[in-house]
């Protein structure tokens, strides 16, 4: 029902996650209505992004550079890597200043019943670095979820099997800060006294 290009992208709109064929129709009629300047910078930027972006050949974080900046830092401390799904986990965690180690990203979590096995992520990647980096401690980041969980577990008996002195650590879950007991699900509280620490006082 409508002209050819414009069937064109809103076709190729709705193939991006998350957006239907409703969302690609609305994109496209904003995009075609008097947004001539954003419809140029958009398909400039996503040349761009194709060309210069790339995944850092030692922590496969996406960067513009072999290297990223965080791999490349003097200052961080290389003995310790945490291990992350995604960019989007990495840029959190970066952000809350309280991590000054470097980051191993997944890209993933293992996922059985979607055909996501060890070789689809950068499992061996991990143990490559195990093996060649002067690293003291993993510390596992996978989300607090069924698929997080087991892929933190397999991940964690394979550096116990490479490295049994390796200090194998998991980020801690349980109730968010500024949360209430009362609403906590049952698994979130379960965690929460399951990874019970010591107050330092
Ligand atoms: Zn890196």
């Known amino acids: 029902m409508y002209p050819e290009s414009l069937n064109r992208l809103i076709k190729n709109l709705s193939m991006l996650p998350g957006i239907g064929q409703k969302s690609a129709t609305r994109l496209a009629m904003y995009l075609i209505k008097d947004n001539r300047e954003l419809a140029e910078k958009l398909a400039l930027n996503l040349l761009e992004v194709k060309e210069k972006v790339r995944l850092c050949k030692i922590c496969f974080n996406i960067s513009e550079k072999e290297i990223c900046d965080i791999c490349s830092d003097p200052y961080r401390d ?24 470097r980051y191993h ?11 996501i096995g060890p ?4 499992i061996n990647e991990l143990l490559e ?18 698929q997080g969980e087991a892929t933190a577990f397999y991940i964690a008996k394979l550096l116990r099997k490479r490295r ?10 349980g109730i968010p800060f500024g949360g209430d007991l009362k609403y906590a699900d049952r698994m979130t509280l379960e965690k929460a006294l399951q990874n019970r620490s010591s107050i330092s006082v």
């Open 129 to 146: 670095r195990i093996e060649k980096e002067d690293i003291k401690e993993v510390l596992i980041a996978t989300n607090p979820t069924t």
């Open 78 to 101: 290389t003995s310790v890597i945490c291990v992350v799904e995604g960019p989007a986990d990495q840029a959190a965690i970066e952000e809350s200043k309280a991590f000054k180690g």
């Open 164 to 173: 049994p002195a390796l200090n194998i650590t998991r980020i801690a879950s």
């Open 105 to 115: 990203i997944l890209h993933g979590v293992l996922s059985p019943l979607n055909g």
């Open 119 to 122: 070789e689809d992520i950068r």
